[in-house]
């Protein structure tokens, strides 16, 4: 199985399209940060329809597509962490603000892509199966950051908590340095084969990551 990305948006998101052998044609969406347009076209090269929208966590460059693929693809499950679940919804917008207010100091950015989110389809918690994906609940960028990890396939999408060389911030609403570190020797502690496709960057292993 090929796993497919597609780098979006100012801040380099990895948009993971990633198919689902059980059902052929079909795939999962992890993390559409932006361009929702430029992915439905690349959904398209592939011959591709999604079953989920998968997010890692709630901040605006892991889920500003949303709205768009939400719309295109009504039958399409929508799902994150319960402690991630305000940056969907009717009241998303104060949420995303706080932190564009930390991080760049105004939300001009967040107003100029701003589109009203959708409710999600699927609120996640810890040990939960969506797809071939089991759910570890891995707070400390935010209090409801996942990765998704598929046993089988020996692949885990671990979102802004763990990168190539480094991990995510902390600083943000909600973020935790020592919740950080426990999430952190968590995925540590899985298979060193498993291979780590993170929010941003190149891919790796745990073993590589965990040295």
């Known amino acids: 199985m090929h796993i497919h990305t597609i780098v979006v948006g100012g801040i380099a998101t990895n948009c993971w399209v990633y198919p689902l052998p059980a059902k052929p044609g079909t795939c999962a969406i992890i993390d559409p940060g932006e361009e929702g ?3 439905i076209g690349f959904l ?3 011959n591709l329809s999604p079953e989920y929208i998968l997010l890692t966590h709630g901040h605006f460059d ?3 597509a949303v709205p768009v693929l939400a719309s295109r693809f009504i ?6 962490h319960g402690a991630d679940a305000e940056y969907l919804g009717t009241q998303a917008y104060h949420c ?3 932190s564009f207010t930390i991080a760049a100091g105004n939300t001009a950015y967040l107003d100029m892509l701003w589109e009203e989110m959708p409710a999600p389809g699927r609120i996640l918690a810890e040990g939960d199966q969506v797809g071939p994906f089991t759910v570890l609940h891995i707070p400390g960028h935010t209090p409801g950051s996942i990765a998704l990890l598929d046993t089988e396939a ?3 999408f671990s979102g802004d908590t763990l990168f190539r060389n480094g991990y995510g911030r902390t600083d943000l609403p909600g973020g935790s340095e020592e919740l950080m570190h426990a999430s952190l020797k968590r995925l540590f502690s899985l298979d060193p084969d498993i291979r780590v ?3 941003h960057g190149p891919s790796s292993t745990i073993g590589e990551e965990s040295s």
Do not use: K, M, T
Request: proline share 4%; charged share 15%.
């Open 44 to 46: 398209n090269q592939l």
């Open 75 to 80: 039958n399409c499950e929508v799902a994150i």
């Open 37 to 39: 347009e430029r992915i």
């Open 197 to 199: 496709y993170p929010g």
């Open 62 to 64: 892991h889920i500003g």
């Open 154 to 156: 020996g692949v885990l």
């Open 96 to 98: 995303h603000s706080r």
